[in-house]
């Protein structure tokens, strides 16, 4: 059975780009970050279904320190 990838949408300061993009890459094949408008810091974070709730949660706790906003999540429609 193939797990749903979930494209979640985030804004965030251009300093803490490279941060966020470390933290949440760290673990290999867990997900992927992709920067999607370099002009307005929007990031497109691929992740898997099972794996949704507890991204949520980590970008929620990381809010405020990273100074960032999730945008939207749905379905992945296969695009960057």
């Known amino acids: 059975m193939s797990a749903l990838e ?8 251009e300093p803490d780009i490279h941060m966020i993009n ?15 408008d370099p002009k307005s810091n929007l990031l497109k974070i691929v992740v898997v279904d099972t794996d949704l709730s507890d991204m949520l949660k980590l970008l929620n706790y990381l809010k405020d320190e990273l100074h960032l906003e999730v945008v939207k999540y749905g379905p992945s429609l296969g695009v960057l």
Do not use: P, Q, S, T
Request: charged share 30%.
């Open 6 to 13: 979930y494209d979640l949408y985030i804004k965030i300061d």
């Open 22 to 36: 470390y933290m949440l890459e760290a673990e290999d094949n867990l997900l992927n970050v992709r920067n999607v």
